[in-house]
């Protein structure tokens, strides 16, 4: 592989500052200038978009962008990088963070929530963390805006500030600090130590497979170290912190639990078994056949798990369990087209996923309910809402012409490239449980009768919860017919 | 100034004088002055790590008194070594002895009314005393500043509350026997090596090959007994909790980030520069137990702290089972435990000096650090509590604060010297203080009572007056010493490669085990 042209550039770093920057403002307009805060979430999430976007073309053209923050240690620096499947991810997020600020407004505002000025302020601090994960070039970088990403997001899961909250954010903390510091950090330590004689960068582009100069045990060690140290990736057993962070405001839960902070997990699982490892290791080295049948378990676990939820937020919060486990099932598969369909679910399950919490947010804006059994007939109510559901279940269920259809395509072939036969049925079979958890909330909502007459009065939420979720639905139509400029940013087409 | 590193000792020496005389006439006066003969302390001090890191050899060297260091054994008189770790910890000494004396203007006035001169005088003394031990090159003088450092503490512990004179007498009877302990040590040195300074026992010891000499080995037993007791490395530690729960909050923000840090480096000062790095390690065949004995007292300290429900407490067991980490440090024997060891006395200091000064204010405006006492602190004293928690984030280890860098090197250390045990006892005290300080903020933010029940009923309900939730910030001469500090703890972090490379240039004359396998 030829080593692409470095571009210098800062403006990975202003997007990571944009939030912070953000920040400041939200906390000085305060309670009582909420529209002038608001505004500043608004300005901080467009600069950011804007930023990040701009870095497209050169990304595109086939250089990298880098950034030097700051030394950490002799040999590691603090190094951002913008490559593609980075730049993809950046992407999703940022422009879903435009799109969530309107929601959040409109949900916010809608529920008289208190304390939103410290809910957007992290709502910021977190989404400048997601930029860092996006952005970073080597392992040690990637931890730390790992670790600021799951501090920040305590108070936004902890926001009710009750009970529930409290046992949710226990239980968040508990699995996201102890796996990270009991599993990743040794992980990490090992690797810079014990590789290069002391001189190991840790660096993703450069150090490719020096895992490989490992004993064969050892690497298997390392790769699981790894895989549950991320536990925001959501595998098996490390998933429950998951549903348990639901107590979250939906705008959270649909942003961070469905965006940013899982995506993050995947993303960073990604970035290990692809850039740390590299395919050419994982192929031989005999652990990723046992990280493959354990992200099919949890793909296949979770979704009958969702079967049996009737709570629409932990039902979608399993499906994404499911759906995070295709993504390190892709990263695992380590072929080209596994892993650059890993990515591009990324992107195609942000969209889908996205959308499924605006609308379950959307319904409790309006009627206060919470759970599946009780939508019957709510769909004649709220048509955009549940239309926008049906477009994004079947974006999930993976159907054309709607994004999740190109990722799953590609998880096939990449599959099929190294005669991993059974992973295609696994994705089949996960397909149908998709379809089967999915579809019959939006079949109630639009053909079962309602039950009682008291909800003649319904009516759609306020127009800033609607406005995102149609945009989110169309834009799991756009990613589809614009899948070629996607495929470039991955790597699958020249 | 050639002689600036004996002024680090002078400055505050002066200062304690002019403070006792000068209070006898004006009380106003104390507070300035001490702040000033810190401001100058520190900055010789600054001056001294600057020249040793200048010097070709990394060290420089004062004899008091001008006698011949060229005999062999060399002679007996006080010299002054400032070599890169000295000149560091001496730095950090009088760095926080300027933060806590900034801090001091409002507490000492409440709590010690009256009594300022005799406080400041011990204060400066206090200081002094430390920034000493760090500075000498002679294993008797280092007795007496171990001495000056204890009385002066004591004094300054026995101004607290009602229970502080219990609490005294105990840190009297433990802090003498540790000291005689040291004291008896070495006089097996004298008498085996003929002379004090500690660079000379080194040369003897290797010139006459004293590996094998039971009156050497019984020297070392005692010299580490003796410290391990003074640094309140457990099953020693039981002086420590209560001293500085009751002492006077400056008190507590002096001693708890400086005495038990001091004596680590003592340790590592005996363990190196004295007795060398073959006669500890490889003569002795059983400190190779020594880290088993630092899981014990990690794993104790940890669940001690566990059962405090008051911050003070709880801080005061924190130490503890950071005196554990870093003895661990030094004892796995590699090149990356015993920077993470000097690093993790640098870092140690500047966060539970974060930790202790937020406490103070806590204790200031809410009368109490019981744990019931801090519900929706978040809204009333918002920087307060940044800082603070910036110091428990650190001492939890995330980055990138300067705890995360510390327990890096030690993890490290561990993993090369391939101590599982001492590396497990690490990551069980990290989830053990990502407890202790999320229940923290549990209580803060969550607003749960002591019973374990929530108050908040959601919605920002958390059951609480408007009086309780109203921003009522720490006066300024308390918040600006904390944030400093909290500033500190992220800059330490970010530029911990500086910290490091002076480190690491200290200790590549010994010659450690790197434990690298793949070249």
Not at chain 1, 5 to 22: C, K, M, Q
Not at chain 1, 34 to 53: C, D, G, K, P
Not at chain 2, 421 to 430: A, D
Request: with cysteine; charged share 10%; aromatic share 12%.
């Amino acid at each position: 592989m030829n080593d692409p042209v470095i571009v210098e550039d800062i403006r990975p770093l202003i997007a990571l500052l944009a939030p912070w920057a953000g920040m400041i403002g939200i906390i000085w307009a305060g309670e009582k200038r909420a529209n002038l805060r608001e505004m500043f979430t608004f300005i901080a999430a467009s600069v950011q978009a804007a930023v990040v976007l701009s870095l497209v073309p050169i990304i595109l053209s086939g250089a990298v962008v880098e950034f030097h923050i700051w030394q950490i240690f002799s040999q590691v620096p603090m190094l951002l990088r913008v490559d593609g499947p980075g730049l993809l991810f950046a992407c999703v997020a940022s422009v879903l963070w435009i799109a969530t600020t309107l929601y959040a407004v409109g949900y916010m505002r809608g529920l008289h929530e208190h304390a939103q000025t410290r809910f957007y302020s992290f709502f910021a601090l977190s989404l400048s963390a997601t930029m860092g994960v996006a952005f970073s070039a080597n392992l040690l970088t990637i931890y730390f805006f790992y670790e600021m990403l799951s501090v920040s997001t305590f108070p936004l899961v902890t926001h009710m500030q009750d009970k529930q909250a409290r046992t949710g954010g226990r239980t968040y903390l508990g699995y996201l600090l102890f796996t990270s510091l009991c599993l990743l950090l040794p992980a990490l330590s090992w690797c810079y130590v014990w590789l290069d004689g002391g001189n190991m960068t840790m660096d993703f582009m450069a150090d490719v497979g020096k895992v490989g100069h490992f004993g064969e045990t050892t690497q298997i060690v390392l790769l699981f170290l790894f895989t549950f140290g991320f536990a925001k990736a959501g595998l098996m057993p490390a998933h429950s912190w998951l549903p348990g962070a639901m107590v979250a405001p939906t705008p959270v839960s649909a942003l961070l639990h469905a965006v940013a902070v899982v995506k993050v997990g995947v993303f960073c699982v990604y970035r290990v078994y692809a850039d740390v490892f590299g395919p050419e290791v994982l192929a031989r080295m005999g652990g990723e056949e046992w990280a493959m049948v354990i992200a099919s378990a949890t793909i296949i676990i979770s979704s009958l798990i969702a079967l049996s939820q009737d709570n629409l937020k932990r039902r979608l919060a399993f499906s994404t369990i499911g759906q995070l486990g295709y993504i390190v099932l892709g990263a695992a598969i380590a072929t080209d087209r596994g892993q650059g369909g890993a990515v591009l679910h990324i992107a195609m399950h942000a969209c889908g996923k996205i959308t499924l919490f605006f609308c379950a947010g959307a319904i409790f804006v309006a009627s206060g309910k919470k759970y599946v059994s009780e939508l019957r007939g709510i769909g004649r109510k709220m048509p955009l809402t549940m239309g926008a559901f049906m477009i994004g279940s079947l974006s999930v269920i993976g159907l054309p012409p709607l994004g999740g259809f190109i990722s799953k395509w590609y998880l096939a072939l990449g599959a099929l490239d190294r005669d991993a036969m059974w992973v295609v049925i696994v994705l089949l079979i996960s397909s149908l449980l998709n379809v089967f958890y999915l579809l019959p909330v939006a079949v109630t909502a639009f053909f079962r009768t309602p039950e009682t007459e008291k909800d003649s009065a319904l009516k759609e939420a306020p127009w800033p919860c609607v406005v995102p979720l149609l945009l989110t639905a169309l834009g799991c139509f756009l990613l589809f017919f614009w899948s070629d400029t996607l495929l470039q940013m991955v790597g699958l087409q020249p | 100034m050639s002689d600036s590193i004996v002024w680090i000792v002078l400055f505050p020496l002066f200062g304690a004088v002019a403070c006792a005389l000068g209070g006898a006439i004006s009380k106003k006066i104390c507070y300035p002055v001490s702040v000033l003969s810190m401001v100058a302390t520190v900055w010789v001090s600054v001056d001294t790590l600057f020249q040793a890191i200048e010097s070709p050899i990394h060290e420089i060297s004062y004899i008091l008194g001008g006698w011949s260091l060229d005999l062999f054994p060399r002679g007996v008189g006080i010299e002054f070594r400032a070599d890169l770790l000295g000149a560091l910890i001496a730095l950090v000494v009088t760095g926080v002895g300027l933060i806590v004396a900034l801090y001091s203007k409002v507490p000492v006035q409440r709590e010690t009314p009256g009594k300022e001169p005799m406080y400041y005088g011990l204060f400066l003394l206090q200081i002094s005393g430390l920034a000493g031990i760090a500075l000498t090159g002679d294993a008797f003088n280092l007795y007496v500043l171990i001495e000056v450092a204890a009385l002066t503490g004591y004094g300054l512990i026995a101004l607290g509350t009602n229970r502080a004179a219990a609490a005294t007498f105990n840190y009297i009877i433990l802090g003498t026997i540790g000291a005689s302990f040291y004291l008896l040590g070495v006089g097996y040195l004298y008498l085996k090596t003929g002379t004090l300074n500690m660079v000379g026992i080194r040369e003897v010891i290797e010139a006459h090959g004293l590996f094998d000499s039971p009156a050497m080995q019984v020297a070392f037993v005692l010299v580490l007994l003796g410290i391990l007791i003074k640094m309140a490395f457990f099953p020693f530690h039981a002086w420590l909790p209560n001293a500085y729960c009751h002492a006077p909050t400056t008190t507590s923000c002096l001693l708890a980030p400086l005495v038990t840090k001091v004596m680590i480096y003592v340790m590592i000062r005996m363990v190196l520069t004295v007795f060398g790095v073959e006669f500890s390690f490889e003569s002795t065949w059983w400190t190779e137990f020594l880290p088993w004995l630092v899981v014990v007292a990690i794993v104790c300290a940890a669940v001690m702290a566990l059962a405090q429900r008051e911050i003070k407490r709880m801080l005061a067991y924190l130490i503890v089972a950071e005196v554990g980490y870093m003895v661990g440090g030094v004892w796995i024997y590699n090149y990356y435990g015993l920077i993470g060891s000097v690093f993790h006395i640098i870092s140690d200091a500047c966060m539970t000096l974060c930790l202790f000064l937020g406490a103070g204010i806590i204790l200031e405006k809410c009368k109490t650090t019981h744990f019931n006492g801090l519900r929706g602190l978040f809204s009333k004293m918002p920087l307060t509590m940044i800082g603070f928690f910036i110091g428990g984030f650190s001492i939890i280890g995330l980055p990138p604060t300067c705890g995360f860098f510390s327990k890096w090197y030690l993890i490290t250390g561990g993993m090369v010297s391939e101590r599982w045990e001492y590396m497990i006892t690490l990551m069980f005290s990290t989830m053990v203080m990502v407890v202790l300080f999320f229940r923290l903020i549990e209580r803060i933010h969550l607003a749960v009572d002591e019973s374990g029940k929530n108050l908040g009923k959601g919605h920002g309900d958390l059951g609480l007056t408007k009086q309780q939730t109203r921003f009522d910030e720490a006066p300024l001469s308390m918040l600006i010493p904390l944030l400093l500090a909290a500033s500190v703890v992220l800059l330490v972090g970010v530029y911990n490669q500086e910290v490091v490379d002076q480190i690491e240039v200290f200790l590549q004359p010994f010659n450690l085990p790197t434990g690298v396998k793949y070249e």
